[in-house]
């Protein structure tokens, strides 16, 4: 769903003060010995379960390594060094860019990992597959720390299997030197659209004919064969003249200036917009959706208990700051809100990426089940066209 | 040799054959056939098959019609690769043949051997960084479009048009034409050339009746290398194209992922694999001679 690996390694300069704010409340926050400082935000005990000591659970359960995989480009490395540092255990970190390649890969089986942070849908089909172990939240005493909102969401109800990481959302990203007047609507990208050439839609079937049925006024995971027709009928037209479905090289392309208008992701622009202020956001008044990335443990995992502290771990409020510095999504942790930079805010207020109650109400989860197979067909009559 | 080779003992023959037979097994024979039994299961949501014997996938390649099937999306896609790898091997064979005399007609040993090792030299580098520097050198921002406007004072789109896929074809097959057409130009007896002249042939004739002919095997597999390789391409369509401008490899990959179809997939390989193999054994009956490298 997100590549941008090809962008990122180019703005590790731009994000500078951010992080280095971040690393010194780090520093703060563990000074001293690692299992004597108190932690903010952590309690020592939960009850009749085992205790958790610290930020770093029982020394004595904890593997020396633990293999964790992500998204490429998705969490700051310092993340993974104070793991290390403060508790012991060498992360190794391998990456993906899909879902549908993680999913691949713990169906496999015998992954090895014990850790990894797949979106909504993908968390709903790994958990219809048995392929999930349910969290141990006496492990993960943070969880306290997490936004209400972001839990019990449709592709895990109950929090069993899984924990919000980061989240985001979908809808327009344009260069705001080229319009007159922010553009509201998907209409500046379907019909009308003045900077056709340089424009570019996701490289995501469910994204881009569901962007088309909401601007022709269905829901964004309709399944009407008539719906699917009428968008498929709107993108060919557009595919024309765009410069392609593309998934990870339009932010660059945003930042440089060469693409002008673009179905995005919401912390991509973001990413765009640290090298360009040019860069704005907006999601359409049709309708965006929202995502979101979760912690969850295979059910082979070798190392759970490792992975829970883990997840502890990244839900410490210092720890959440650098993880949202880093990717410009949005935090589902509570007591990350506070913490987050200055620089932070400027970019996702001023560049239209922060949602309020009003924008949430545009948005809708996709939904992945059997009876979606139709947006496979549409894709292809639209990818394979000539 | 045909004689020396069956008086050896077969036991012997059984040990050369062995490990490379056991190779091909392992890494082809086994997976091509898993394929092809993943294409008459039914597919399942977040990838992988459903244990269901079903018809669809073929029955979703199978137009009930001739309308029907010059409106599906596969045969269109088909079709567009094998014309794009047509036109690929065409321009590469032209591309070639000047060369490969070019180098040939070089006196000195070093001069031959250093441009052949300079033709190899692009595959020290991975297919996937090249691509991404045409991508680069091709986009609208790009040095090409650079010389292009300063020229012409206007630029061209290039990418995401079947322009840059075409031409990514022909980057990445060309020293696959070079090298056999190469070899064969070298191995042409210039006393035939002699011969024709002498006999009356002006240099058009003697290049079409006598070194034409000369080196036929060497072009044919030329021919058969760089089709092959470029109707089965992914990189090139996938980074050049956009997203938009796909060939069957596409097609074929987006079955196993985003579209979690992998009984389609496995069928769009069957089916295409069978078309390929099918088009070599033509090419092979017709040219006694074909030699792979």
């Known amino acids: 769903m997100r590549a941008v690996s090809a962008t990122r390694s180019s703005h ?22 690692a299992t004597t400082a108190a932690p903010t935000g952590t309690t020592t005990t939960t009850g009749g379960t085992e205790p958790v000591v610290g930020r ?27 793991f290390e540092e403060e508790c012991g255990v060498a992360i ?21 990992y014990s850790l990894l942070i797949p979106t909504d849908y993908a968390v709903q089909i790994l958990i219809s597959e048995d392929l999930l172990r349910p969290l141990d939240m006496a492990n993960i005493p943070n969880v306290a720390n ?39 609507s998907w209409a500046v990208l379907f019909d009308q659209n003045e900077h056709c050439d340089r424009s570019s839609l996701l490289e995501d079937q469910r994204e881009v004919i569901g962007a088309a049925l909401v601007y022709l006024g269905y829901d964004w995971n ?24 593309d998934s990870s090289n339009y932010i660059g392309n945003l930042a440089s200036g060469d693409i002008l208008l673009a179905e995005s992701w919401g912390f991509a622009a973001g990413i765009a917009r640290l090298d360009n202020p040019d860069v704005a956001y907006v999601i359409p008044k049709e309708g965006g959706t929202i995502w979101q990335d979760n912690f969850v443990i295979p059910a082979d995992a070798p190392d759970p208990y490792t992975a829970e502290v883990f997840i502890n771990f990244m839900l410490e409020p210092d720890i959440g700051a650098l993880i949202t510095e880093y990717t410009l999504g949005f935090t589902p942790n509570l007591e990350v809100e506070p913490l987050l930079s200055e620089d932070y805010h400027t970019i996702i207020d001023e560049g239209g990426i922060a949602i309020d109650d009003e924008v949430r109400e545009r948005l809708t989860f996709q939904v992945r089940g059997e009876e979606h197979a139709i947006f496979a067909e549409t894709w292809e009559s639209l990818v394979a066209a000539g | 040799m045909g004689r020396a080779s ?15 037979t056991a190779l091909i097994t392992l890494t082809y024979v086994i997976p091509g056939l898993l394929i092809l039994l993943y294409s008459f299961l039914s597919p399942k949501l977040g990838g992988g098959v459903r244990w269901d014997f079903s018809l669809d996938t073929y029955r979703a390649l199978v137009a009930p019609d001739v309308r029907a099937a010059l409106y599906n999306d596969y045969v269109t896609v088909l079709v567009r690769s094998v014309v794009w790898a047509g036109i690929a091997t065409g321009v590469c064979l032209a591309l070639a043949l000047p060369v490969a005399v070019f180098i040939h007609a070089r006196r000195s040993t070093t001069a031959r051997y250093a441009l052949l090792v300079a033709i190899m030299i692009p595959f020290w580098t991975s297919m996937l960084v090249r691509t991404y520097a045409l991508r680069s050198l091709l986009s609208t921002t790009g040095v090409l479009n650079g010389v292009i406007e300063r020229l012409f004072g206007d630029t061209i789109i290039f990418l995401s048009t079947p322009k840059a896929v075409i031409l990514g074809l022909i980057y990445t097959a060309l020293p696959f034409m070079i090298l056999p057409v190469y070899a064969a130009v070298a191995r042409v007896d210039p006393h035939l050339l002699e011969a024709g002249r002498d006999l009356g042939a002006n240099p058009a004739q003697t290049f079409r009746r006598v070194f034409l002919p000369s080196i036929r095997a060497g072009t044919v597999t030329g021919c058969v290398l760089v ?12 980074l ?39 088009g070599l054994r033509v090419v092979g009956r017709r040219t006694q001679e074909v030699e792979l490298p």
């Open chain 1, 12 to 33: 590790g300069s731009g994000r500078g003060p951010a992080v280095l704010l971040a690393a010194t409340m780090l520093l703060a926050a563990c000074g001293g010995d």
């Open chain 2, 6 to 20: 069956a008086d050896r003992p077969p036991r012997r023959a059984a040990l050369l054959m062995g490990p490379g």
């Open chain 2, 240 to 278: 050049l194209g956009g997203g938009k401008i796909n060939m069957i490899a596409n097609l074929i990959e987006l079955q196993f992922g985003e579209s979690f179809n992998w009984p389609l997939g496995a069928g769009l390989a069957i089916f295409f694999s069978a078309l390929t193999l099918l």
């Open chain 1, 56 to 82: 770093c659970g029982d020394p004595e359960r904890l593997s020396d390594s633990l293999n964790f995989y992500n998204w490429a480009e998705y969490i700051d490395e310092a993340v993974l060094k104070a």
């Open chain 1, 146 to 184: 997490v936004d209400p909102n972001q839990m019990g969401l449709y592709y895990d109800p109950d929090n069993t299997y899984s924990l919000p990481y980061q989240y985001s959302t979908t809808g327009l990203a344009y260069n705001a030197s080229e319009f007159e007047t922010p553009p509201d």
């Open chain 2, 227 to 238: 089709f092959v390789l470029s109707v089965s391409q992914f990189i090139v369509p996938a």
């Open chain 1, 92 to 112: 190794t970190m391998d990456t993906y860019t899909s879902n549908e390649e993680a999913v691949a890969k713990i169906q496999a089986g015998d992954s090895g």
């Open chain 1, 222 to 245: 309709e399944t009407d064969p008539a719906a699917h027709e009428e968008a498929l009928d709107l993108l060919l037209n557009v595919r024309e003249c765009v410069t392609g479905f």
